[in-house]
């Protein structure tokens, strides 16, 4: 089952990214699991996300509220990262 992690507080902490658990996502992923964000961000914010060290080894996709048109904690945000994902809403 996919793992789904919010950005903001998890992710991106206050001191800079949580290295540690990027690296933990980067090898859940090496052994074949997939890991996506969530995020109340910009469509410019999520382009910047991409950019930052160990990003793109930790996640397959990051959804946000920008690209998505539709705020957390809206069920229609939720409902479509797991539609995306093609993954039960629990």
């Known amino acids: 089952m996919p793992l789904v992690l ?4 998890v992710v991106l902490l206050p001191q ?6 990027l690296d933990l996502c980067a090898g859940w992923r090496r052994d ?3 890991v996506f ?7 410019l914010h999520n382009a910047e996300l991409w ?6 080894a930790a996640f ?11 705020s957390k904690p809206d069920p229609v945000f939720f409902n479509a990262v797991t539609g ?3 993954a039960p809403p629990e």
């Open 6 to 9: 919010d950005i903001f507080g």
């Open 16 to 21: 800079g990214l949580n290295t540690p658990l």
């Open 32 to 34: 074949g699991e997939r």
């Open 37 to 43: 964000g969530a995020s109340n961000m910009t469509a």
């Open 51 to 56: 950019r930052q060290p160990g990003i793109r």
């Open 60 to 70: 397959d996709e990051i959804y946000c509220s920008g690209l998505l048109g539709v």
């Open 84 to 86: 995306k994902i093609n």
